[in-house]
């Protein structure tokens, strides 16, 4: 089983240019999540699906993209990439809010 | 506002010793309360979860308590083991939105020989 995977593991970008966080599960969970953890605090809900086509914004979606084509997949995009994006990123995935999440082992991203 | 309170922010205890991990929160309306463990470049892990109308939940040799009334969890950590050091963290979730769990900053738990 592989359950949450994210790619890539490790990325270095310079201010401005863009990326895509990739996340994919194969568990058939309905409910996708992107956090970011900055060192030291707690995760913070950047965007969340609960289904192919629906994505909702979280606490700090400002700087960040999403799509859900698939029950799969939920991707996670950068534009213009800034330093006070520099952190972890997790995907996590669930069958709704009363079941534990399952969570990918992180991007760590560092924007210079 | 809605917040998760972790106490004590790191501890330090010697293998084989048994800790307490405490938990308050201000989140409302209350879904949920979950645990997660979450080793040193991983992701978090689900170690227990309850409901408002579960007051207690274990697993192995952890054991999680939680107090609806006055908002409070604590998490038990029994006979300590080196593989034990990492950061636990309390979970809440709302009940209105799917999406809206607020986390606590962690409790980093080291366990030396």
């Known amino acids: 089983n592989a359950g949450v995977t994210q790619t890539p593991k490790f990325r270095i970008l310079k201010i401005g240019q863009s990326m895509t966080l990739q996340c994919t599960q194969d568990?058939?969970?309905?409910?996708m999540y992107w956090y970011r953890q900055d060192p030291g605090m707690g995760l913070k809900l950047i965007y969340y699906s609960v289904g192919a086509g629906i994505t909702d914004k979280g606490e700090v979606p400002n700087g960040y993209n999403v799509s859900r084509s698939t029950t799969e997949d939920f991707p996670l995009r950068l534009e213009l990439a800034a330093p006070s994006q520099t952190s972890v990123y997790f995907c996590?995935?669930?069958?709704?809010?009363?079941?534990?999440?399952?969570f990918g082992d992180g991007t760590r991203l560092s924007i210079l | 506002k809605n917040q998760v309170e972790q106490s004590p922010q790191s501890l330090i205890i010697l293998e084989g010793k048994n800790c307490t991990l405490q938990?308050?929160?201000?989140?409302?309306?209350?879904?949920?309360l979950r645990w997660y463990k979450q080793d040193t470049g991983r992701g978090p892990v689900s170690l227990t979860i309850m409901t408002f109308s579960e007051n207690t939940k274990s697993n192995g040799r952890y054991t999680a308590t939680l107090d609806a009334d006055t908002k409070q969890s604590s998490l038990h950590i029994t006979a300590s083991q080196l593989s034990d050091s990492a950061s636990y963290i309390c979970?809440?979730?709302?009940?209105?939105?799917?999406?809206?769990?607020?986390f606590g900053d962690g409790t980093t738990l080291t366990v030396k020989p």
């Open positions: 996590a995935s669930n069958f709704g809010q009363t079941q534990p999440q399952h």
């Open positions: 979970v809440v979730t709302r009940n209105t939105n799917a999406g809206k769990s607020t």
């Open positions: 568990m058939n969970h309905n409910y």
């Open positions: 938990c308050n929160y201000t989140v409302s309306p209350f879904s949920n």
